[in-house]
């Protein structure tokens, strides 16, 4: 019994030696995680001065600047079409002839007419003038003096309506000729040649739109009235049409221009108030019946605080910033701290600080969802101005 205690004893020994070892290393391993903290990558940017216009933003339609619809003005049937469609024609180009043969005749008629009231009228005015001199020595009564009298003064009115007749039946013959009566683009051709065409042909023979300058139109909540008033007051508002691409972007330079009505009243369905402006549209970017984003400078901010707008998070205090805390400045490992701040604008790119931060100060923009108040981070990148 006693030998078989001893083995009992070594062997226990042995296995409480082997735990230890065995607990040792293990603890010697996992030790330095539970420890020690990997710093975050982040990017981050310097907090700057700009000068930041302040914008409205709206949805707008572009509208032609001038829009025509070409009718004709006498019947007839249309004999030629001298444009293409989606041709550019200037004020007084012939773009279509109706037939003008009737009408070239009916002038005619005219003229004869007056030619022959002409003959009339000098007869009629020579036998007055004969009776004039026959009453005085009495071989004709007074009566059949005024008589010859009233029959020039009627044939010298029918003369006048002659010319008159003339002169429509040379307008007529004029409004065979259609022209256009405006500078512009024209749509797609309504009638085609060989139709009998008439005034108040429905959708016309053709429209013409004027597109260099065009018009956006849009409205605003009636809130932003004051503010809209305030900026007419210092002079042109500024407005910048921006179209989307195909793929869902914007194009590259939006189209820049002018408030030019404000209207003088507010819809009451809506509670909005409609402004027009005008654009140039040197490159056509702006069509007429499109959709367009508008942004309205209603004021500027000069030497603002910014910071990119990725850089602000929302929490339930508010607005804050994670700031980068270095010991010397440019060193790549630092640690983040929460400040708050107040954010008097921003747009897409840009968040103007009121409050809550220094020019120069570094806050994170890329990297925030594992940041906490404290969290080491390695500074991965700095965001350039201007991106």
């Known amino acids: 019994m006693t030998r078989r205690f001893k083995w009992l004893v070594v062997f226990g020994v042995v296995a409480l030696l082997a735990v ?16 020690t903290q990997l710093p975050v990558p982040v990017e981050v940017a310097a907090s700057r001065l700009a000068t930041v216009p302040v914008y409205i933003h709206a949805l707008g339609t572009v509208t032609a ?27 007084g180009q012939l773009i279509a002839q109706i037939d003008p043969q009737p009408y070239e005749a ?4 005219a003229m004869a007419k007056l030619a022959q009231d002409r003959a009339t009228r000098t007869s009629d005015h020579l036998q007055a003038q004969q009776n004039a001199a026959l009453v005085k020595k009495g071989f004709v009564s007074k009566q059949q003096w005024i008589s010859a009298w009233t029959t020039y ?5 029918l003369v006048k309506q002659d010319r008159a007749n003339i002169l429509t039946s040379r307008i007529n013959l004029d409004y065979t000729n259609i022209r256009a009566p405006i500078s512009g683009r024209t749509g797609i051709l309504q009638v085609d040649p060989g139709n009998l065409v008439s005034p108040g042909l429905a959708n016309g023979i053709v429209t013409i739109n004027r597109l260099q300058p065009i018009y956006v139109q849009f409205s605003l909540p009636q809130q932003d009235l004051p503010e809209i008033n305030q900026a007419l007051s210092r002079g042109p508002l500024p407005v910048l049409a921006t179209i989307a691409s195909r793929s869902g972007g914007r194009v590259d330079a939006p189209d820049a221009g002018v408030v030019t009505v404000l209207d003088n009243q507010i819809n009451t369905s809506t509670g909005t108030l409609t402004l027009r402006a005008r654009f140039p549209n040197p490159r056509l970017n702006l069509w007429p019946g499109s959709y367009v984003d508008v942004d309205v400078e209603v004021r500027v901010l000069p030497r603002a605080v910014t910071v990119p707008t990725v850089a602000v998070q929302k929490g339930p205090a508010g607005d804050f910033v994670y700031q980068v805390k270095q010991e010397k400045t440019g060193q790549k490992l630092a640690s983040v701290r ?20 220094r020019v120069g100060e570094e806050v994170v923009t890329e990297g925030t969802s594992r940041l906490k108040s404290g969290t080491a981070i390695r500074i991965a990148a700095r965001m350039k101005p201007g991106k």
Not at 24 to 35: D, L, N, Y
Not at 106 to 109: P, S
């Open 65 to 91: 600047y001038r829009t025509v619809t070409v009718e004709p003005m006498v019947t007839g049937p249309l004999e030629r079409v001298n444009f293409h469609e989606g041709q550019y024609v200037r004020k």
């Open 106 to 109: 009916a002038l005619a008629q």
């Open 20 to 35: 230890g070892i065995f607990l040792g290393f293990g603890s010697s391993r996992t030790a330095p995680f539970g420890k």
């Open 153 to 157: 003064l009627a044939a010298k009115a």
């Open 338 to 357: 929460i400040r708050p701040v107040t954010v008097d604008y921003e747009n897409g790119t840009l968040a103007v600080i009121g409050s809550g931060l």
